[in-house]
């Protein structure tokens, strides 16, 4: 373990138990340095597990071609998905608990099979994927403002934030994911929108180059995993009251709220 990795996994680590954002840890590295980047990201993961937390799947980022070409990337990434981040449909994100939240629809996939093979196929996913629900990435940077590279999102577990999986679930025979549609409403606004397609050409593409990428490095999908296959349309920045619902066709919707902040949080956050 590098002091550079260290240092870069205290940083973001510092940022999420201060509330305050950190600058972008990518000077710390070699230009492009995904490898070292993702060392970071496992440092601070397997803190977190030996702390007692669990790990309950993966989410993949990256997917849009748009957003690739943005960071100058050529391929998704990927962050851990754990228990304590999963939030109840409906369910509220607590004032603070979050940096910089923002919001996105998705599909996401219950394995009910191991994905273990390093050229794991669109078909083996198929295959091993037990059901399908609509979903919400709720996502977050401990990177001040936003401003990051691929370094920078993979070292932070992909900016990751909270998950949002909704009640109703349909298995793979009764739903096409690439076929998909998505609407995503703050309120009754219409603030986000997109298909099947939007996500590296269809869900399941993006899945079976997770399981590969994973089981090349030793850490396969199991069955249970849940795998949050990426962003259906753009995402949308959340502010304390907002209220989302994602319709996803033959899915279902899935909806999440922020707590508006009170006063007594507002004096505690100056004073603090």
């Known amino acids: 373990m590098s002091a550079t990795v260290q240092k870069a996994a205290d940083l973001l680590a510092t ?11 990518r000077d710390l590295f070699a230009a492009g340095d995904i490898d070292a980047a993702y060392e970071v990201q496992r440092l601070n993961n397997e803190r977190l597990l030996a702390a007692g937390h669990r790990l309950t799947g993966r989410k993949i980022g990256l997917t849009s071609p748009a957003v690739q070409r943005q960071l100058g990337v050529d391929q998704p ?9 999963a939030l109840a449909d409906g369910g509220s994100v607590p004032a603070g608990r979050l940096l910089q939240p923002r919001i996105e629809a998705e599909v996401a996939l219950i394995l009910g099979a191991d ?26 940077s401990r990177i001040a403002g936003w401003d990051i590279t691929i370094v920078d999102t993979v070292a932070d ?16 025979e009764e739903v096409e994911p690439v076929d998909v549609s998505m609407r995503m409403y703050r309120g009754g ?5 997109g298909t099947g397609r939007d996500c590296l050409g269809d869900p399941l593409n993006a899945a079976a180059w997770l399981a590969s990428t ?39 919707s899935v909806t999440a709220s922020f707590a508006e902040v009170t006063a007594s949080f507002a004096e505690r956050g100056e004073a603090s």
């Open 214 to 252: 994973l089981a090349r490095r030793g850490e396969p999908l199991r069955a249970g995993d849940v795998v949050l296959t990426g962003a259906l349309g753009p995402m949308v920045p959340a502010a304390p009251g907002d209220v989302f619902t994602a319709q996803i066709s033959g899915l279902g």
């Open 115 to 140: 994905l273990t093979g390093p050229d794991c196929t669109p078909a083996d996913v198929r295959a091993a994927t037990a059901a399908v629900r609509p979903a919400l990435e709720i996502v977050d």
């Open 15 to 25: 940022a999420t138990a201060t509330g305050t954002p950190c600058p972008p840890i």
């Open 189 to 193: 606004e219409l603030v986000s929108e």
């Open 77 to 85: 990434d990927f962050g851990a998905l754990l228990a304590s981040m």
């Open 157 to 172: 577990n992909a900016s990751s934030g909270l998950f949002v999986l909704g009640d109703e679930q349909v298995s793979i």
